[in-house]
């Protein structure tokens, strides 16, 4: 999440005094350009590895302060949420063994961490989205509790002005209202580094934007947001809504989005991006600088930028621009490719990190001026194609050509990223394992989003949406610790799950929410009807601003057809009349447990679910038989591994005893 030590910008003085600071760093950055301060030598890759964690039950674990100070390790930090956290990998010199490296390197750190997080009872998960987040989970109380954290919820709620509605459609549609930027914390990525030199940045660059829709569709792994089927990738639909800071105005006024594709190819130079994203958008952090950058200059030290390098963390390119230090102490320039979701597992990230790397190194004689032979409008189109639909997406590239994105790939990007990959001296074995797994997900279509939609769809016929995505859950952790490609995985299953107890279900995961409803002023008839035609027991009762105010029962029906009858009434009485008032209600973040009490101890036999004295679900006796089925089922499950244990222990026994026997 970039530097720590900032604040929120609410004073104009302040804000005036940073800015200052900040077009003084440009000035620097344009200096150093022009005398050729950057390290040109020695091309390295980087990496950071962000994680979901969660618990015993699968649900997510709001522990990463307690996580970090147990570890007490330096490539550990925090991220936005509470439940997240993220392990920065050591730069490595772009040649020979590095990937091989770079994976050896992330399993290492991911295996300190396992073993710290099974004394916890607390587990990391690399995915795009997990499977298990709730709308509850994304409450401010799980905030990582440091200045910055803080200061970039301020900062965005100031600027949208509150809450906001977050829409998303795909196979299914989410419209669901959110307090806060917090919903950002759902997307969790693995964000690939290339040092790139300044003569070659704007070349580079552009082919980053054009190779990002072909590497995002054979990448994605987050198609599920609440069990939701959205996007193949959802991260990029949801981050661009979770931080956009513009507001709706009764005029076609053009205003970018924070998060963003871009705009136009690069033209000229680096400090294109820097200025326009100066330009663009509102400084949000300060902080105390320390540096005079003109006087390091002077003086022959390399300047830290940092004004720029805390606005710059603030606008989300997909390829963002960075400056950095090199060890050595000049400066560099890296492109930072905030495309690929976490997982599915190691071996999958490093496939995905050396095909973009390979291609970005293997592009310049086939493409030495993409700008010339593809429309910008395309390249970012297809981007968002790939994003919604992933493999199987039909691109507009170079010359216009129209071609699916598979034949592409095959034909002519995995042929590049080979060469690009030569070029700088790679392991061929190492060439051949990973661009084979990219090889081999484009050949099957079996990405990690299409993995995780099938094992849903096959799930879902059986099983109820909580087992579903425990399941999925789950099954990527034990994925995971054999680190299989995900083209090989198994869909997931019931038997995955370890853990299933009442006390951790929440009643947002197992109320209904397609709900029929009335009002106070419709006549009785009419929820009579509903309650036939949808074979339901209870009718909540809404006024217009979406809030509950009464509850229709069959019972509440039956008395007053069988009071009209008996007294030969002839009019009609509209709801208001006979509904039920005085409610016994709980929330979505309340336990199962916690609703079974209120209807046993009320002897009732719904319970509407309310936040925010809107209605948003509602509990029956029907769904309380799922909770049982669901803790039936998985009971049966635990006792036949345990027989099965239980066999394969004795026959090991009588194995034993076999081989021991002295003939």
């Known amino acids: 999440m970039g530097d720590l030590r900032v604040r929120l910008a609410e004073r104009q003085d302040d804000i005036n005094l940073f800015t200052k600071y900040l077009l003084r760093d440009v000035q620097a950055l344009s200096r150093m350009l022009e005398e050729d301060w950057f390290e040109t030598e020695q091309i390295c890759i980087g990496a950071e590895q962000e994680l979901c964690l969660v618990d015993d039950h699968g649900k997510p674990s709001s522990s990463n302060l307690e996580v970090l100070e147990k570890m007490n390790h330096p490539a550990f930090t925090t991220e936005l949420a509470k439940f997240n956290i993220e392990a920065n990998l050591d730069p490595l010199p772009f040649t020979g063994n590095c990937f091989s490296d770079m994976e050896n390197n992330l399993s290492g750190l991911l295996a300190d961490m396992r073993r710290i997080g099974d004394e916890m009872g607390v587990y990391s998960v690399m995915t795009g989205i997990l499977p298990t987040i709730r709308r509850f989970d994304l409450n401010l109380k799980n905030l990582t509790p440091l200045e910055r954290y803080y200061s970039l919820i301020e900062a965005v709620n100031n600027m949208r002005g509150g809450s906001y509605e977050l829409r998303l459609e795909g196979h ?150 960075c400056y950095g230090i090199s060890p050595s102490g000049k400066p560099h320039l890296r492109i930072e490719n905030r495309i690929f979701p976490a997982g599915p597992s190691i071996v999958d990230e490093i496939a995905n990190m050396a095909f973009w790397v390979g291609l970005m190194n293997g592009c310049d004689d086939e493409y030495k001026n993409i700008t010339e032979e593809m429309d910008f409008l395309d390249a970012k189109s297809n981007f968002l194609q790939a994003a919604q639909h992933g493999l199987g997406t ?21 042929p590049l990223a080979r060469q690009g990959l030569q070029n700088a001296q790679i392991n061929p074995e190492d060439i051949d394992k990973y661009l084979g797994i990219i090889e081999e997900r484009n050949e099957t279509g079996y990405t990690g989003s299409r993995w995780i939609l099938n094992s849903y769809s096959k799930l879902t016929k059986t099983s109820s949406l909580e ?143 309310v936040h925010n004295r809107r209605l948003v679900g509602i509990l029956t006796e029907s769904n309380f038989l799922n909770v049982s089925s669901s803790l039936m089922k998985h009971w049966a499950r635990q006792r036949r591994k345990e027989q099965i244990a239980k066999e394969q222990a004795q026959d090991m026994l009588i194995s034993d005893e076999i081989n021991s026997t002295d003939y």
């Open 172 to 321: 299914d549609e989410l419209n669901v209202m959110m307090e806060s930027a917090l919903i950002e914390a759902c997307n969790t990525s693995f964000q690939v580094h290339l040092q790139i030199r300044p003569d070659d940045f704007v070349r580079r660059y552009n082919i980053a934007q054009a190779v990002a829709a072909p590497v995002m569709a054979v990448s994605t792994n987050s198609p599920m947001l609440f069990g939701k089927r959205l996007w193949s990738e959802t991260r990029i639909a949801l981050f661009r809504q979770s931080i956009d800071t513009r507001f709706t105005g009764d005029h076609l006024r053009e205003r970018a989005p924070r998060v963003m594709f871009g705009s136009q190819w690069l033209k000229d130079s680096i400090l294109k991006l820097y200025q326009e994203d100066i330009a663009r958008f509102r400084v949000m952090f300060t902080t105390d600088v320390d540096e005079d950058v003109f006087e390091c200059i002077e003086n022959g030290i390399t300047p830290k930028l940092r004004a720029l390098n805390i606005h710059n963390s603030t606008v989300y390119r997909w390829n963002r621009p």
């Open 467 to 609: 087992e579903v995505t425990l399941a999925l859950t789950s099954s990527i952790v034990k994925n995971q610790r054999s680190n299989l490609p995900v083209h090989q995985w198994k869909v997931a299953s019931l038997n995955d799950i370890e853990h299933f107890e009442p006390s951790a279900l929440l009643v947002e995961e197992f109320m209904t929410r397609d709900i029929f409803t009335v009002t106070k002023d419709d006549i009785a008839e009419f929820s009579a009807d509903i309650m036939d035609w949808k074979k339901v027991n209870y009718i909540p009762v809404e006024n217009q601003e979406g809030e509950l105010i009464g509850l229709i029962t069959i019972r509440t029906l039956l008395h007053y057809f069988l009071t009209k009858y008996r007294n030969r009434q002839k009019h009609d009485l509209d709801i208001e009349h006979i509904m039920v008032k005085n409610l016994q209600t709980v929330a979505p973040h309340d336990t199962v447990e916690q609703a079974m009490e209120v209807m046993e101890a009320n002897m009732i036999g719904c319970l509407p679910v």
């Open 394 to 414: 039909r691109f507009i590239w170079r010359n216009e050509r129209k071609i699916h994105d598979t034949e592409l790939i095959k034909k002519e990007l995995l």
